[in-house]
């Protein structure tokens, strides 16, 4: 049975990639995404965004000290537990597009990491036993079920 993948969640438009990334992230728990983490690929047809890379869950280890304020703001708030609709609808708003268009976005992507996250841990990941695997697993899942919470 095929998994659904990243691939699933990203389409090919530069904005939609852009966002993509935006809304991944925050998911994942990444507070460590930033501008630096974003490149172009300069291709023969013109420049596209490149794949996402430095892809990593920073808030799993804020028990080892590392922040957990987002490197950028979601709507004008950098503290990822007070993100509530309102920023979402607000950086909708700084982007010039439709909340209507950014909120069945972010909770399409948080309910398909949902869903993916289990295949991934429950068959890929089984195997192996670590704190770090069992506290992102954790941290996924929980974030995933409150940003859908507070969305819907």
């Given at each position: 049975m095929k998994r659904p993948g990243l691939v699933v969640l990203i389409d090919k438009t530069p904005v939609s990639h852009l966002l993509n990334r935006v809304v991944f992230n925050y998911l994942i728990g990444s507070s460590d995404a930033h501008a630096n983490n974003i490149s172009l690929l300069?291709?023969?047809k013109g420049?596209?965004?490149?794949?996402?890379?430095?892809?990593?869950s920073t808030r799993i280890y804020v028990h080892a000290g590392v922040a957990s304020a987002l490197a950028m703001k979601i709507g004008g708030e950098n503290e990822p537990v007070a993100v509530q609709r309102s920023h979402w609808e607000t950086l909708a708003e700084q982007l010039g597009i439709s909340g209507k268009f950014l909120i069945p976005r972010v909770t399409g992507l948080a309910g398909k990491i949902g869903e993916a996250r289990l295949g991934l841990f429950k068959e890929d990941l089984a195997v192996h036993t670590c704190d770090a695997l069992y506290r992102l697993n954790e941290f996924i899942a929980g974030n995933c079920e409150t940003t859908l919470r507070r969305l819907l």
């Open positions: 300069l291709l023969r420049p596209v965004l490149a794949p996402f890379y430095d892809l990593l």
